[in-house]
């Protein structure tokens, strides 16, 4: 496929071409005239007008002349056209000999036209393709990248919130330690200042059951 561009070109060299054979075939028929009437041919105005007025169809104004060697004009069907105009000829004989040309013209403006329309709708369609596959892909992964700072943002202040907990967790353990080892250390003079004097009343009392210092009565 080419691009837009290179399509006026390729359409001209089409046009060329097939004007090229179309002068070709109307020069080998108008060759035919020449030779039926060698010397009066110039002459027969009408007749040659009337040829070159018959086309296969009239799809394009063209301008059609014959002109013999010293390029005088002998007969041409004219249609108007706009510049700019191509021409193509071909030559005529008689008996294999050139005694003249025929030439055809016709106007490229339809092909430039159509060239700008291609042109615009080339540009209108890169334009399009453009916008979507360059600056709405762009618009979102701004709107991706926003939205992933936002998150991230978020993510920050809820590890600072985690990472406060934490202290005040480890601040919270540190202080019941603090507490538990306070209390075994209370609950252990507790029981060394207790153990002393029961020991010394125990062993008081065992002395008296054995009846070292005299019998027990019952009112002692």
């Not at 209108?124 to 936002?150: C, E, K, Q, T, Y």
């Not at 985690?162 to 080892?181: F, G, M, T, W, Y």
Request: glycine fraction near 4%; charged fraction near 25%; charge should be negative.
């Amino acid at each position: 496929m080419y691009p837009p561009c290179q399509k006026p070109g390729l359409a001209a060299q089409t046009q060329a071409a097939a004007m090229e054979a179309e002068a070709e075939i109307n020069a080998a028929l108008a060759s035919q005239v020449v030779s039926a009437n060698p010397e009066m041919w110039r002459f027969q105005v009408e007749k040659l007008e009337e040829f070159l007025r018959q086309r296969p169809r009239k799809a394009h104004n063209e301008t059609r002349r014959i002109l013999d060697n010293d390029r005088q004009l002998v007969a041409e069907s004219v249609d108007p056209l706009d510049w700019p105009v191509m021409t193509r000829s071909d030559a005529l004989f008689d008996a294999g000999v050139t005694v003249g040309q025929i030439e055809i013209s016709r106007s490229l403006r339809p092909l430039l036209l159509h060239a700008g329309e291609l042109f615009v709708f080339g540009s209108s369609l890169g334009l399009g393709l453009f916008l979507i596959f360059r600056v709405v892909p762009l618009r979102l992964l701004n709107r991706a990248l926003a939205d992933n700072a936002r998150f991230l943002e978020d993510l920050k202040r809820a590890n600072g919130k985690l990472e406060a907990a934490n202290r005040e967790l480890a601040r919270q353990a540190a202080d019941l330690a603090k507490a538990s080892k306070l209390q075994a250390d209370f609950a252990a003079m507790i029981a060394h200042d207790l153990r002393s004097p029961l020991m010394s009343i125990a062993g008081a009392a065992e002395v008296m059951m054995d009846g070292t210092f005299g019998e027990v009565t019952a009112e002692q």
